[in-house]
């Protein structure tokens, strides 16, 4: 992939739902044929893909978007794969983190599972593999695990951004889980979205009001009786990789969402956090500030810090 090309953008135009029809709504969005450009009154947009409504079929997500970054993830790199929209507008049904076994569900990652554990055991005879599982989320600027098992009286345990010797962000204490199948994979991606917090606003009866992180991890060693006399000196070389699922808290106004209190405060935090990763990406994206070695703020939230934890890591 070219270095401009490490960024791509994608929208997904979902279905009015039921209640938006009984409300009377109609789609204001029209696709221009064969761009991937999206009209809304008089204003335009270009992405790299455009899916759903007169757009390419969602059904192609995953193949043009997702499955390059898992064969990335088994040649050694990390990637990143972010879904960003306001409330309601189908990121956790995009990415499917709320997957729970059932077949059909055709969210981003599930097929991420199913792709991997098919080519685990492809690479069955050649590779030995370790595939760990993490997940968090931020909330109200914290960090909690939640595949924790074991939350103190006091309630969720808090997760401590560490600052490593070397620059590097490590999470202290984040439960990372050993799995050897796509179930037991499954089955950590259901058992931590459902301590995900979340609250119904007038957008959506099941918000999320968090931003989530899934992070997948795999160690490859290949098999010393596959290596070819010649490379027999590579035998004890490790090839580590991440590939990080991030269902981002809904970006959302808060007259719309009719959000109060509480509520309205989680509103303000998770706004911050998104305008944060905004001004990251803005920085990253662009090309002359990134040779010049300019600033990038990830320091700004802790979504943002996290996530240079993701960028700046390279090939394992
Ligand atoms: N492409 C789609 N086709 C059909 N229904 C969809 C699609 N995308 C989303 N929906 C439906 O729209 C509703 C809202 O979707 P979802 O919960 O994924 O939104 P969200 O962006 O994750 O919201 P929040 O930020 O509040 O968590 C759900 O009922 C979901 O089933």
């Not at 899916?51 to 990637?79: K, M, W």
């Not at 879904?83 to 055709?106: I, L, V």
Request: hydrophobic content about 35%; glycine content about 10%; charged content about 20%.
């Amino acid at each position: 992939m070219e270095s401009s090309d490490s960024v791509r953008v994608a929208v997904n135009i979902r279905p009015l739902i039921t209640t938006e029809l009984l409300n009377g709504c109609t789609d204001c969005i029209t696709v221009v044929p064969g761009e991937p450009q999206v009209q809304i009154g008089t204003h335009s947009f270009t992405y790299d893909y455009v899916y759903g409504g007169e757009g390419t079929p969602s059904s192609s997500i995953y193949d043009d978007c997702a499955a390059p970054l898992v064969d990335a993830l088994f040649d050694g790199y990390n990637a990143t794969v972010l879904a960003y929209g306001q409330t309601g507008s189908g990121k956790t049904y995009t990415m499917g983190t709320d997957y729970n076994g059932e077949e059909g569900n055709g969210g981003i990652i599930p097929k991420v599972m199913e792709t991997i554990f098919t080519r685990v055991e492809e690479m069955k005879n050649s590779t030995e593999f370790l595939i760990r599982v993490s997940f968090i989320e931020i909330f109200k600027e914290e960090v909690f695990d939640l595949l924790d098992t074991k939350p103190t009286a006091l309630g969720r345990r808090q997760i401590q951004i560490r600052e490593t010797g070397s620059g590097g962000i490590t999470l202290s204490g984040v439960t990372e889980t050993q799995v050897w199948t796509k179930e037991e994979m499954a089955s950590n991606l259901a058992r931590g979205s459902l301590s995900r917090a979340t609250g119904s606003t007038n957008m959506n009866s099941q918000s999320s009001r968090s931003h989530a992180i899934f992070t997948i991890s795999m160690e490859q060693k290949k098999i010393a009786s596959c290596l070819s006399g010649v490379n027999n000196d590579i035998s004890d070389d490790i090839l580590c990789a991440k590939l990080h699922l991030v269902d981002l808290a809904g970006s959302e106004r808060a007259k719309r969402t009719g959000a109060n209190g509480l509520q309205l405060k989680e509103g303000i935090n998770i706004n911050k956090g998104l305008l944060a990763l905004g001004n990251v990406i803005s920085a990253l994206g662009d090309e002359k500030k990134r040779k010049e070695g300019g600033h990038v703020p990830y320091r700004d939230s802790k979504l943002t810090r996290l996530l240079q934890r993701l960028s700046a890591s390279t090939k394992g």
